[in-house]
Nanobody, 117 residues
């Protein structure tokens, strides 16, 4: 079992930056692919970025030049640095931990990010 707690969301002006954090507990963090997804009302949850246990990253086309995912296995924490934020980045951001080889996937409760002037 993995518990995920996100933090760092809030209101920011267009062009600004935020850093989201996701603290994990309950299992061996380093074995999991960690990711960030986001969702707006009426739309499907979409990929923002992921990082495998080996450090390989994957980004959505809309975020790869502005967002950076990183992880600190010693702190059981994954981060999402978001720069040059746009109003269309407004969403609830969810942390995800996946170890699909053993059929395990977990979600955090989500943190709201609002980009508005």
């Amino acid at each position: 079992q993995v518990q995920l707690v996100e933090s760092g969301g809030g209101l920011v002006q267009p062009g600004g930056s935020l850093r989201l954090s996701c603290a994990a507990s309950g299992s061996v963090f380093s074995f999991y692919t960690m990711g960030w997804f986001r969702q707006v009302p009426g739309k499907q949850r979409e990929l923002v970025a992921t990082m495998t246990s080996g450090g390989r990253t994957n980004y959505a086309d809309s975020t790869k030049d502005r967002f950076t995912i990183s992880r600190d296995n010693a702190k059981n924490t994954v981060y999402l640095q978001m720069n040059s934020l746009k109003p269309e980045d407004t969403a609830v951001y969810y942390c995800n931990a996946a170890r699909l080889s053993v059929g395990r996937e977990y979600w955090g409760q989500g943190t709201q990010v609002t980009v508005s002037s």
